[in-house]
Every structure is written in C-alpha cells, then in structure tokens.
C-alpha cells in the first residue's frame, strides 16, 4: 500500500463546475499538507497548504483537512480553462528533514 | 525570474552512458533535491543535500549519485544509464527551518529533465 493515494484522473469538467480532489494516507504522523499545480512541461508549483486539520481558503481554492479520517480534499470553485493541469497532494512529517511525500497526481481538464 | 534552472530540458542517451543533470538555484536555499517522475507513481525522491558537500539517500538512490560542491548547484548523476532510468527528472530546492509556518518546507521546482536512454 503506497503511503498516499491519489486518483490518476484524467478529471474533465465543464467551465464553472466545482472540483473535488482527494487523497488519502496511511501514515497518521504526517502534520503538514500540500497541493502543487504542475501546468505541462514545467516543474510542481505550491499551491495551497495547510497545516494539521481544517480547511483553508484561497479566492477559488479550498484545501480541507480530515486527519481522523486521513484524508485531504482541494476544493475549485467556478472552474477556468487555465486551471487544466496536474494536481499533486504532498505530505510531511515535520521532522526537519523538509521530505515531502507525493501523490501520483490527478490530471484535470477544463473545457470551456 | 527563474529560481531553480536545470541546463538539459530534454536527453537522449545510450545505454551505459554516462549522464550528468545539472540544477541551479539563485536563491540561496540550503535544501536540494532531486526526484523522478513517471505515470502512475508520481515523485520519488532519488537524493537530498542540506549543505554543500552532503548528501542524503532518498527512496529510490540506486543507479543514481549526486555531487553538490557549490551551496547553489546540485548534480545527479548517472554513472552507467540504463533503459528504465528513462524518466521525468526534477530538481528543487527549499530553506530550512520549522515548517511551512515559517516560510520553510515550501519547495521550488526547476522546469524538468526529460531524460530518455535507448
């Protein structure tokens, strides 16, 4: 069992759709959660963060968390075009090593 | 604008070559990394350093080292390529420190090597 899980997609909505993205984990000593956008061709870039439970807000963007559940959600309201991309969830310990655990990505597609 | 730059953005090598990915960061982060990224098994972390001249093993090392004499360059290297080592190599790097919450933990990623060895 990978240490976190995360659906491959493709996902593909219609513009102004609301996007669910999830993963789950195993390791219930993961403190810090991360969502990186990767656009084709270009490297991961921070999303959203948060930190234990909870859910934060960013203009479109949700990012929940329910660590008795172990599980992580980015929220996308009112969709756009220039949100197709890669969605990666990535976790970490906190033990000063700044290691990070990816997800395997969900591919997103917003058709217009 | 460009933080982390990694020199080769596409390679075609042969087999038992050897390869050399170079990365480059300007922002004077003492954490870097490299990881490979393949379908279905997203980023795996191959080497870590917090420091010049050192070197950590991340999951996956084998087949790989890494050279990090300057604090600003991290190199992987391939000392003898093989076919399933044709992947999508991507440098970064972050500050140390306690968390996100302090700014730390937040990695910059280069742009990627794709690297294909025949």
């Known amino acids: 069992q990978k240490e976190v899980e995360q659906d491959p997609g493709p996902l593909s909505v219609p513009e102004g759709a609301i996007v669910s993205l999830n993963c789950t984990y195993s390791?219930?000593?993961?403190?810090?959660f991360m969502w990186y956008r990767q656009y084709s061709r270009k490297g991961p870039e921070l999303l959203m963060y948060t930190y234990s439970s909870g859910n934060k807000e960013d203009g479109r963007f949700t990012a929940q968390v329910d660590k008795s559940s172990k599980y992580i959600s980015l929220f996308i309201r009112d969709s756009q075009p220039s949100d197709s991309a890669t969605y990666l969830c990535?976790?970490?310990?906190?033990?000063?090593?700044?290691?990070?655990?990816f997800g395997t990505g969900t591919r997103l597609q917003v058709f217009p | 604008d460009v933080k982390v730059t990694q020199s080769s953005r596409y390679l075609v090598k042969r087999t038992g070559e050897k390869v050399f990915l170079e990365c480059v960061q300007d922002m004077d982060h003492e954490n870097m990394f490299w990881y490979r990224q393949d379908p279905g098994l997203g980023l795996r972390l191959i080497y870590f350093s917090y420091d010049v001249k050192m070197k950590e093993k991340g999951d996956i090392p084998e087949g790989y080292s890494v050279s990090r004499e300057k604090k600003e360059r991290f190199s992987l290297i391939l000392e003898s390529a093989s076919t399933n080592q044709t992947s999508m190599y991507l440098c970064?790097?972050?500050?140390?420190?306690?968390?996100?919450?302090?700014?730390?933990?937040?990695?910059?990623f280069g742009a990627g090597s794709r690297l294909t060895v025949l």
């Open positions: 390791n219930s000593a993961f403190q810090y």
């Open positions: 990535a976790m970490s310990l906190m033990d000063g090593t700044d290691k990070l655990i």
């Open positions: 970064a790097s972050s500050l140390p420190g306690q968390g996100l919450l302090s700014g730390a933990n937040v990695l910059t």
